[in-house]
């Protein structure tokens, strides 16, 4: 019982980061029509920048400021840059182009960090506190869960209350009929991939300190538990990608506890694929695959 | 029906690829009326109102609004100039709620308390609409949408209002509706209108001048009611 | 059949080689592209003896990645189907290979038959994986497709170390390969036996491509790419197709992983990364999608760019640890600058520049004589 109170715990707490970063995939396949593969390595490049900072100024907190300043502006760039010239028609091709930008991003960081595991240290400690002889949350958990609340909160807020929220949904649902009402669509869109990039930052500055720690390749099984878990919820709908990232998290984290760490990442496969064949459109659309 | 120009549109030149669909079409609106567009299906009308819109880019000519050159001006400018385009099909966009779509209509505007009236003015023009202020977009009636469309192009108090097909797919007690509200807005707030429809009777009864086009271009632009009376000139260029 | 070919719009055809005389030649297509591959081993013949051995690696190597780009250029190029995971299934083949070694030389097997056997069995449990992956595949659409076959590529080196008691996982497995046959001299280079192994199967495997492609089933694979719906209209079993090509392009990824393992004589899963996945994707692209003279493009730069990368890094002092960093990650920096370069500014790829060249050039040259 305890160790089953330990592992949904834990896999809550994974599951956290994992919905964020599912929500920022989700964020930018509504505006652009486009699965961000690149979102991990821009995390990573992101929490490089971040824990550089941390390590010259010995400020965790600066450096984690800094890790969200740069997911915006390389998101911003990234559209700004790359994404605007490629040819939407074919969806291979801004697909294509986003795997260009990992090779890009991580043999840049290679380059840089070279490739080994670099520590990444947690700003709290991540020992559970006990209650009634169960262990339950760590503090670090507690900073997990407030963290993406926080912003989960605030992207819900900002779209569904705010005029800057009002123009990008229709710019992302209507982008001709919104210019016509005088909506900036471009800068939407790469306002979208700012927000996008930087939740996915800070995605990366949460999860990193609890996997191996700063490599190159460090979000790459995070991606994937992600991009199930916006698929899982649909990859139209963020609450779905919250709850997704909740499910593909408690499930994983009882793989590892029960059958063993090792087969995480075939219990990823599995998941995907399963929701794939069976419910296309996630598990909580109401539309039932679509057949071309 | 006096008064200066608003829009003045002079050797216009557009269209999709290499072939233009309009080929230099000359056109003006005096201040304060309603011109009606009509033509035959592929005469150039609905390419005509996004040229002026700038959804498409015109090759050559000029448009001309209220003295002002509009070449060069972004698409989401333009509403900032005073123009508003309903586009066919209407443009209700159907995932946001009937609030939303309307708010978006005035969300440029600086001036946040007259948009805020602007609102307030629509809802009570269209009062069905202010019933159904949370009910998403696409689950509207054929009528509602027009009048949502309308209304969000109201909410941003524009000068010019480009209106492509109104009535398509309408009943006809809706299509009378909305040209005697075109009617109405023109002679209380003097705005000035450009209208596309294929429904030519009841375009032409609403209208203050007959433009008709054929194969990109205006071959005859007329008082509407010269066009409606003379028998000569309906058959020449409307067929009835 | 003529209602399949109708389902392709004459004007998407793509240009690429030999597209054109189709339904003129039809009854040449298979000398023609016998002669070909003949001529093709003729001069790898002569060049392998030309050239030194290292060079006689490095080419058989190039024939190697050709299987599988080969391959996945007729699931993107020609049938629209974006896959992330070919890494993986080359991983297959490669294990495979191993295995198949392993056990006939535990067996005390020898024997010049053995390893076209031990290739074949690789073909075969790649098609198997490879139909599964397609038959899922197949129904899923562009983003999705890409996110599967991403995990398949991601998933599928892990297991190595998952079950290690199978795969030995990180450290990978020995590929006993025999010596070349005797009667080729006790002198003969075994790089050169290497290159003429590697060419052969390669060959081959082209050569039944070529056909595959000029064939009803490759006018039915660019039908579905062009428009789904137009093909089943015009009787395609859209699925069907679809699961057909990822085999395909299954199966010679596998033989490609095979001939790598057979080369470097053993696997790891280090060598079937997510990275190699990304990388065959870029040497399609940058040869041009859809086109089998540019998948030689793209498996030429796949050998070469590292060691065009080594040599410049050999050039400039640099400390040792710098000289590594650079020397590792250089190669993947310049693929994916290339990738989103050519996506953005030359989707044809290389190959789709040369042949628009060569049209401009032959377009120009009747003019001027009348």
């Known amino acids: 019982m305890d160790r089953f109170v330990f592992l949904t715990i834990d896999g809550l707490s994974r599951g956290a980061v994992y919905a964020a ?30 824990y550089t900072v941390a390590a010259e100024t010995g400020s965790y907190w600066l450096g984690f400021v800094v890790a969200i300043v740069a997911g915006l502006l390389l998101g911003a760039l990234v559209d700004r840059a790359v994404m605007r010239f490629v040819d939407h028609t074919s969806p291979l091709n801004p697909v294509i182009v986003a795997l260009g930008l990992v090779l890009l991003i991580q043999a840049v960081l290679g380059m840089l960090y070279g490739s080994e595991f670099r520590p990444a240290e947690a700003p709290f400690s991540r020992s559970a506190l006990t209650v009634g002889g169960i262990a339950v949350l760590s503090p670090y958990d507690l900073f997990v869960f407030a963290a993406i609340g926080v912003v989960v909160v605030g992207l819900a807020w900002m779209f569904s209350r705010t005029p800057v929220g009002l123009r990008m949904r229709a710019a992302a649902f ?40 700063l490599h190159p390749h460090a979000m790459d099984l995070v991606f994937v538990s992600a991009f199930t878990a916006a698929v899982v919820g649909g990859l139209d709908s963020p609450p779905g990608a919250v709850v997704g990232g909740l499910v593909v998290g408690l499930l994983l984290s009882y793989v590892s506890g029960y059958a063993g760490s090792d087969l995480t990442p075939l219990a990823v496969l599995v998941l995907l694929l399963a929701v794939l064949l069976v419910r296309p459109g996630g598990l909580f659309a109401p539309v039932v695959a679509r057949r071309v | ?24 079409v000359d056109l003006s609106v005096p201040a304060g009326t309603i011109a009606a567009v ?21 090759t050559a000519g000029q448009v001309v609004l209220a003295g002002e050159d509009l070449r060069g001006t972004p698409v989401e400018q333009l509403v900032r100039r005073g123009m508003a385009h309903v586009p066919e099909g209407r443009g209700v966009i159907s995932e946001l709620t009937v609030d939303e779509n309307l708010r978006l209509g005035g969300l440029w505007r600086r001036d946040r308390a007259d948009a805020g009236r602007a609102l307030d003015e629509v809802y009570q023009l269209f009062e069905p609409l202010a019933r159904r202020r949370r009910h998403l977009g696409h689950q509207l009636s054929g009528g509602e949408r027009q009048m949502l469309a309308l209304g969000r192009a109201l909410v941003g108090r524009p000068r010019l209002l480009l209106l492509d097909e109104p009535s398509l797919g309408l009943a006809p007690r809706v299509v009378a509706r909305t040209m005697a509200l075109l009617r109405q807005l023109r002679d209380r707030t003097g705005l000035t209108v450009l209208l596309v429809e294929q429904n030519v009777r009841s375009a032409l009864a609403v209208a203050d001048q007959g433009v008709v086009m054929a194969l990109g271009r205006v071959v005859i632009a007329a008082p509407a009611t010269q066009l409606r009376d003379d028998a000569d000139l309906r058959h020449a260029y409307l067929g009835f | 059949m003529s209602a399949t070919q109708a389902a392709v ?11 054109r005389p189709v339904d003129r030649r039809r009854g040449s297509t298979l000398l023609r592209h016998l002669a070909f591959a003949l001529a093709a081993a003729l001069v790898l013949v002569a060049v392998s003896y030309a050239v030194e051995p290292f060079r006689n690696f490095q080419l058989a190597t190039v024939a190697a990645y050709l299987c599988a780009t080969a391959g996945l250029t007729v699931l993107t190029g020609l049938n629209g189907q974006l896959s992330l995971g070919h890494g993986a299934l080359m991983a297959t083949g490669a294990y495979t290979v191993a295995f198949c070694q392993n056990a006939f030389a535990d067996r005390g097997m020898t024997g010049g038959w053995l390893l076209p056997v031990s290739l074949g069995a690789a073909i075969v449990s790649t098609v198997a994986v ?33 079950f290690d008691g199978v795969f030995n996982g990180e450290q990978g497995l020995s590929v006993p390969v025999e010596p070349p046959p005797a009667s080729l ?17 390669t060959l081959l495997a082209l050569l039944l491509l070529a056909n595959l492609i000029r064939s009803r089933y490759g006018r039915t694979f660019r039908a579905v790419r062009d428009d789904e719906v137009a093909a089943r209209l015009a009787g395609i079993h859209v699925a069907r197709t679809q699961v057909l090509a990822f085999v395909v392009s299954a199966a010679t ?14 696997v790891s899963p280090g060598a079937f990364s997510l990275t190699l996945s990304l990388f065959l994707l870029m040497a399609v692209v940058i040869g041009g999608l859809g086109r089998l003279a540019g998948a030689l493009w793209g498996a030429v730069l796949l050998v070469a760019l590292p060691d065009l990368t080594h040599s410049v890094t050999e050039l400039l002092t640099l400390s040792p640890a710098v000289a590594q960093r650079l020397e590792g990650n250089l190669p993947l920096a310049i693929f994916g600058i290339t990738l989103v370069v050519v996506m953005i500014a030359a989707p044809g790829g290389v190959q789709g520049l040369l042949s628009r060249l060569g049209r401009a050039l032959l377009a120009r040259w009747p003019a001027r004589r009348s």
């Open chain 1, 21 to 50: 970063f599912a929500l920022a995939l989700v964020l930018i396949w509504r505006a652009a029509r486009v699965v961000n593969f690149a979102q991990g390595a821009m995390a990573v490049a992101a929490a490089y920048v971040a």
């Open chain 1, 174 to 213: 209507a982008p001709e009929v919104s210019r016509l009402l005088g909506v900036n669509v471009g800068g939407m869109l790469t306002l979208g991939w700012a927000l996008a990039s930087g939740v996915g930052a800070l995605a990366a500055m949460l999860v990193i300190p609890t996997e191996l720690g």
């Open chain 2, 1 to 24: 029906m006096s008064g200066e120009d608003l829009l003045v549109v002079r050797g216009l030149v557009a269209g999709y690829g290499a072939a233009p669909v309009l080929q230099a």
């Open chain 2, 38 to 58: 009509v033509g035959a299906n592929g005469a150039g009308k609905t390419t005509l109102l996004r040229a002026l819109s700038g959804m498409i880019r015109p």
């Open chain 3, 9 to 19: 719009p004459p004007k998407q055809r793509p240009a690429g080689a030999g597209e």
């Open chain 3, 130 to 162: 490879g139909a599964v992956v397609g038959v899922a595949a197949a129904r899923l659409r562009g983003p999705y497709l890409a996110g599967v076959t991403l995990a398949v590529a991601v998933v599928v080196p892990a297991l190595a170390v998952t």
């Open chain 3, 185 to 201: 001299g006790p002198y003969f280079p075994y790089e050169r036996w290497q290159l003429w192994l590697a060419g052969a199967a």
């Open chain 3, 253 to 266: 990824a596998g033989l490609g992983g095979a001939l790598l393992a057979v080369l470097a004589q053993s």
